[in-house]
């Protein structure tokens, strides 16, 4: 058994999409017409072959509710790792986008909680 | 210097609430942290040296067993297990390149063929040949 798949919930995949690979630099690995919605994955774009994200469209009410409820709360959807936490944290506040929490270190690691504009934080974490 | 940002923001989140909290809480002894956190980004640099994780551990702690705990406690992995795993990452990266399995090994820090192999194997579940191969099919397609 392998993991080759994890998903984010997305309000619109449009979107979603725009500021996965514009802004925070993914690459989009796949796109399949599913009716309304549609398969859509990205992927680092430093390691291709590795595990996809799937922006998952919000077509279960209940989903909604969820992340709505995580949202109010702070507490990120998912997390990337990211070599340089600061560095990126300066390149995406010049992109316009909006954190809720600013580079803080936690123990032996550094995170930073962005928010995604499609309904949810995620966040960011550098090892140290 | 950031946590006293986070401490400052008008209005805390539960999650920013409880990052601090756990900053708080579990990592009290911000000295032990950064100590812990220098020896580890010691051998981040040094990996493809003969690290001697013992004179490190003295040159930092009282006892190479307190720095162990104080690591493995940080990061869930000893020292050692630790610089394995990112000799391992860096032979996957020189997997993607033309040189000769024997060579990425001991440019990666392991003195061995036959215990790069093997241990290759069992944190990957191929050989180095075998994951060569595969990422190049991979790109091919």
Redesign the interface.
């Known amino acids: 058994m392998k993991i080759k798949l994890t998903s984010v919930m997305v309000d619109d995949q449009d979107k979603a999409l725009a500021f996965y690979t514009t802004i925070l630099g993914f690459a989009k690995k796949t796109e399949i017409p599913m009716g309304e919605h549609k398969w859509l994955t990205v992927v680092s774009a430093e390691e291709q072959?590795g595990v996809e994200l799937l922006l998952e469209p919000l077509g279960f009410a209940p989903a909604q509710t969820y992340q709505k409820a995580l949202f109010?709360?702070?507490?990120?959807l998912t997390m990337f790792h990211i070599n340089d936490v600061d560095k990126e944290y300066e390149r995406l506040m010049k992109l316009g986008v909006t954190f809720?929490?600013?580079?803080?270190?936690?123990?032996?690691a550094?995170?930073a909680?962005l928010d995604d504009t499609c309904g949810n934080?995620i966040q960011i974490v550098q090892?140290? | 210097m950031?946590?006293e940002?986070?401490v400052s923001?008008k209005s805390m989140?539960?999650?920013?609430e409880t990052?601090a909290k756990?900053?708080r809480d579990?990592?009290p002894k911000d000295h032990i942290?950064q100590q812990?956190?220098k020896a580890?980004?010691f051998i981040d640099r040094h990996f493809a040296d003969p690290i001697d994780l013992d004179a490190m551990a003295l040159e930092a702690f009282y006892s190479k067993f307190h720095f162990i705990r104080c690591f493995k406690a940080?990061?869930g992995r000893t020292p050692h297990q630790h610089l394995i795993s990112v000799r391992m990452e860096a032979a996957k990266h020189f997997l993607e390149t033309d040189a000769r399995i024997a060579d990425i090994c001991y440019r990666v820090g392991f003195e061995s063929v036959t215990s790069f192999t093997s241990l290759f194997k069992k944190m990957t579940s191929v050989t180095p040949a075998v994951y060569r191969d595969r990422?190049k099919a991979?790109?091919k397609n």
């Open positions: 072959d109010d709360a702070g507490i990120p809720s929490m600013p580079p803080t270190q936690m123990g032996p550094k995170l909680v934080h090892i140290l | 950031h946590n940002k986070l923001l989140t539960f999650y920013t990052v756990i900053s579990w990592y942290v812990v956190i580890k980004q940080l990061y990422k991979i790109f």
